[in-house]
């Protein structure tokens, strides 16, 4: 078992950036694959980004590539997701995963463990 604990969300204007974080317990952190998905009102969850166990590869949704970074600290047991010219587009309840199945990154089914979930807000 494997509890994720997001947190970092808030409101932010168009432009602006957010930090989250996602701290992990449980069963060894440095096992999974972490992932960072989203989901806004109305719509699917969608994939934004993951990084691999050993921190070597990451991967972005294209809609965020550039203005994203996923980093963690195998460490502290936490991963992060920076966000930069953050978009109202952006607005959404951002979860963390935990994966250590094969299989595609960006797909939730994957996922073994999910976190509660923050809320992203961008006004505009």
């Known amino acids: 078992q494997v509890q994720l604990v997001e947190s970092g969300g808030g409101l932010v204007q168009a432009g602006g950036s957010l930090r989250l974080s996602c701290a992990a317990s449980?069963?060894?952190?440095?096992?999974?694959?972490m992932g960072w998905f989203r989901q806004a009102p109305g719509k699917e969850r969608e994939f934004v980004a993951a990084?691999?166990?050993?921190?070597?590869?990451?991967y972005y949704a294209d809609s965020v590539k550039g203005r994203f970074t996923i980093s963690r600290d195998n460490a502290k047991n936490t991963v992060y997701l920076q966000m930069n010219s953050l978009k109202p587009a952006d607005t959404a309840v951002y979860y963390c995963?935990?994966?250590?199945?094969?299989?595609?990154?960006?797909?939730?089914?994957?996922?073994?463990?999910w976190g509660q979930g923050t809320q992203v807000t961008v006004s505009s």
């Open positions: 995963a935990a994966k250590s199945r094969v299989g595609p990154y960006t797909s939730g089914s994957m996922y073994d463990y």
């Open positions: 449980g069963q060894t952190f440095s096992r999974y694959t």
């Open positions: 990084i691999s166990r050993s921190t070597s590869s990451t």
